[in-house]
């Protein structure tokens, strides 16, 4: 569609339009985000080190953490930060920050960077990771959302519906919940259609009939899910709804994915890069293959085992310094994802290119009538009747259709009777009463590509 034009918030005024305050920040926001897009690389590097370097000097001022691990690696600040800098200090994984605890927190964030909330992510890697934000950290993460839609000329007077993880009781099948708009990213800014969301747990048959009865224009979803609908109306001889474009998030997109998911569902495909801890890391060009780095938010690295950074076209882990986040900041954090980077795009944007994503994926748990659905794992509700336990991690295996394994990494064990409990509260989110037998262990193996996930199914449909 063409540009939207914004709501209006005074009267008689509607082209041009005068928004209300919180569409003109966001508004100022993005126009920022149209100018900085189109500068060189080196440009951007510039102005991402000198917000690099406030966060890193306030996060060795107030974070002890950072104090800690950079007095301990011998790193004293100097006096101009640049990206060679920031190179030397050390990586943090995903195990050393959930161990930090309280101390990832700033002891003074900045009071007018608004209240501080706190949040936990348990990812799919069954490691909650607890992190603090700011009302300046969620704008960013309302602009990005907003560039994301901009980018891919989304018309807001559609319909959007999301199939999406949510806990027991939240937009459950099978009537899911639906909203007036699409919410705080678009709503305060433009007039925009309905939007409606149906918790992931619901079979695929639910979820099919439920996109039936919606009819959306955008559906976003995990690719595995959709993939799993796709599977199921061939099986049943279903045809899919029509949809306009399929939003893809929360799990690796491989190019046979993509290609499987748009000839299945006769939809364009547009994935999207983000993180709970860090917000938008990457979107995908709107008008050539490839993600850039949404660069304003984030200083994404790439680097090999030894933590040197990769050529482009050499594919290594991923590393995340966060530029806005000033509660918990984020210090060339281990992710636990790969990519790669391309050469720079033909649209002219500066902003670095990821070519290849290979981030976490979710397995689903198969059921005895040979159905398949997103397993409901949390730790919040599975321990909930043990916490003297300490779970710091948790592999759910299923082995066989009747054959589940637990396998947990704490510091107690658990009664017979707690056993029990824990066993039908995973019974419950599964969605049947497997056989459930647990193992205990100080450590939980990684898998063959250096993932942890939270359930990992060797059933084969
Ligand atoms: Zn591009």
Request: net charge neutral; aromatic share 8%; with cysteine.
């Amino acid at each position: 569609m063409s540009a939207p034009t914004p709501l209006s918030a005074i009267p008689f005024v509607g082209f041009l339009a005068i928004p209300g305050s919180q569409a003109n920040l966001q508004l100022a926001l993005q126009f920022q985000l149209g100018q900085s897009q189109w500068l060189p690389p080196a440009d951007l590097d510039a102005l991402q080190s000198a917000q690099l370097e406030r966060v890193v000097r306030h996060a060795f001022e107030t974070v002890p953490y950072y104090a800690e691990r950079f007095a301990a690696a011998g790193i004293r600040l100097p006096a101009k930060i640049d990206h060679a800098f920031l190179r030397t200090l050390p990586i943090s994984t995903r195990d050393e920050l959930q161990l930090a605890g309280d101390r990832l927190t700033s002891t003074r964030p900045p009071k007018e960077h608004g209240p501080v909330q706190f949040a936990t992510t348990s990812g799919s890697t069954g490691k909650p990771l607890r992190f603090a934000r700011t009302a300046v950290t969620h704008l960013n993460w309302l602009v990005f959302a907003l560039r994301d839609h901009l980018w891919h000329r989304r018309d807001f007077r559609g319909r959007h519906c999301a199939i999406r993880f949510a806990l027991p009781g939240i937009a459950e099948a099978p009537h899911g919940e639906i909203g007036p708009n699409w919410g705080e990213v678009v709503a305060p800014i433009y007039a925009s259609g309905p939007a409606a969301r149906l918790n992931s747990a619901a079979s695929p048959a639910e979820q099919l009939d439920w996109l039936r009865r919606q009819a959306p224009d955008y559906l976003l979803s995990a690719p595995s899910n959709l993939l799993a609908l796709a599977a199921h109306a061939a099986n049943t001889g279903e045809t899919l709804p029509k949809i306009l474009e399929l939003r893809t998030v929360g799990e690796k997109l491989t190019p046979a994915d993509r290609r499987r998911l748009r000839e299945a569902w006769q939809a364009e495909v547009v994935d999207i890069y983000t993180c709970e801890e860090a917000g938008y890391l990457a979107l995908e060009c709107p008008s050539h293959e490839g993600y850039h780095v949404q660069s304003e938010n984030v200083w994404l690295e790439v680097v090999d085992d030894e933590g040197n950074p990769c050529a482009q076209g050499r594919p290594g882990r991923v590393l995340l310094t966060s530029l806005n986040n000033f509660a918990t900041p984020l210090i060339r954090y281990e992710i636990g994802d790969h990519a790669e980077f391309g050469p720079p795009c033909p649209c002219g944007r500066g902003l670095p290119v990821l070519s290849w994503i290979h981030g976490r994926t979710r397995n689903r748990v198969t059921l005895p009538d040979g159905s398949t659905r997103f397993p409901r794992i949390g730790e919040g509700e599975i321990f909930a009747s043990a916490p003297e336990l300490k779970v710091r991690q948790y592999v759910c295996v299923q082995h066989a259709v009747d054959d589940i394994e637990l396998l947990v990494a704490a510091d107690g064990r658990p009664t017979p009777e707690q056993e029990r409990s824990i066993a039908a509260a995973l019974q419950k989110n599964l969605g049947h009463p497997f056989p459930i037998r647990f193992s205990f262990m100080d450590k939980i193996p990684r898998n063959p590509n250096g993932k942890l996930e939270i359930f990992i199914s060797h059933v084969h449909a």
